[in-house]
């Protein structure tokens, strides 16, 4: 149901991981999308699909490659993909494996993929359903090369697809040829990768019953929380986070990020027992950690990513939360 959907996700850190191995850095990705600086470094940072779309046009446009897609994914081992797909690459055979990637894939992505079966033909499609702008030929790719990964390395066999439709018109075919082992076809009503339907039945001789038996039932935990939103004070703090480089938060502008009017906003977190200022200042001090255990962040810029004016300001802020200076708080911290 496309209306109970939620527009956020959690991008998997393994993301950011497989960008700077490849000698791609987030902040500049981000910058280019028009994204805040630091969403990398949180664990609680959500993007709409239109901030994930913008990602992957970014993306496309500092590698200059437009098999971006197909290419991560085929570099990417199993072991590397986030729970929400790794528990697909366990499963007892292909359709198993597909129906566990399509129910939990929302945790990483604001998508749905549907399997419908029309004779001899499993068509795959894509459903984006609060997407406003075209899905970018990327996203296309990662979702269909992951699919046919997930039957090629999940059975052992060199599965192919039996065609490959895209909705996108400029799309390079020779090596989506290559790729899928199928006719390649481009400007369609809707894109769809096309399996045979007898390959689903094919098993995963690496089922893994016991590891399934520990995800499983993480994954549907995290999927209900996402369904049903988090707390809001939780939702607050997601929210600020990307926010605080700009400067001083308001209330309104959070409250119209949640799809909250200010007031329901400011009653909210009143029964919860705190106030906006203080998320704020909470918000500040979480980040300001998350930046300094990296030691390649610069103090200076800490105190600039995190909204305050001044370095004096943080300094003074910091010694507030901490005891310490922001310098002997980390020093402390590497010798831990």
Not at 192 to 202: E, G, I, M, N
Not at 297 to 324: C, H, K, M, P
Request: with cysteine; proline share 7%; glycine share 6%.
């Amino acid at each position: 149901m496309a209306g109970t959907t939620p527009d956020k996700c959690k991008l998997p850190a393994a993301l950011w991981r497989a960008l700077e191995a490849n000698g791609i850095a987030p902040s500049a990705v981000l910058k280019l999308a028009r994204l805040p600086a630091t969403l990398h470094l949180s664990d609680r940072a959500v993007v709409t699909t239109d901030q994930y779309f913008s990602l992957w046009r970014a993306l496309e446009e500092i590698t200059g490659t437009s098999e971006l897609g197909i290419q991560m994914v085929a570099a990417t081992p199993a072991s590397a993909h986030p729970p929400s797909s790794l528990a697909a690459f366990h499963a007892r055979d292909f359709r198993d494996g597909l129906e566990r990637l399509s129910r939990f894939k929302r945790l990483c992505t604001p998508e749905r993929i549907q399997v419908e079966i029309k004779g001899a033909d499993a068509i795959i499609t894509v459903d984006w359903p609060h997407a406003t702008t075209p899905e970018p030929l990327t996203c296309t790719d990662i979702t269909f090369a992951t699919v046919l990964e997930l039957g090629r390395r999940g059975t052992g066999r060199p599965l192919i697809a039996r065609a490959v439709r895209y909705a996108q018109a400029d799309v390079p075919t020779p090596p989506r040829k290559d790729f899928y082992g199928a006719e390649v076809w481009t400007g369609m009503d809707r894109s769809a990768l096309v399996l045979d339907r007898a390959d689903l039945d094919r098993v995963f001789p690496g089922h893994n019953p016991e590891l399934l038996a520990i995800l499983a039932p993480s994954l549907a935990a995290s999927l209900d929380e996402l369904d049903a939103g988090s707390s809001i004070l939780d939702q607050v703090k997601a929210v600020l986070g990307p926010m605080l480089a700009s400067g001083r938060p308001e209330l309104a502008g959070v409250a119209s990020e949640l799809g909250l009017s200010a007031r329901t906003l400011q009653r909210r977190i009143t029964e919860a027992g705190t106030s906006f200022r203080d998320l704020v200042a909470d918000a500040r001090r979480d980040l300001s950690h998350r930046l300094l255990a990296d030691p390649s962040t610069d103090i200076d810029e800490t105190a600039y990513l995190l909204g305050f004016q001044d370095v004096t300001s943080f300094y003074r802020a910091f010694r507030d939360w901490e005891g310490v200076p922001p310098g002997e708080w980390r020093s402390q911290r590497s010798l831990t």
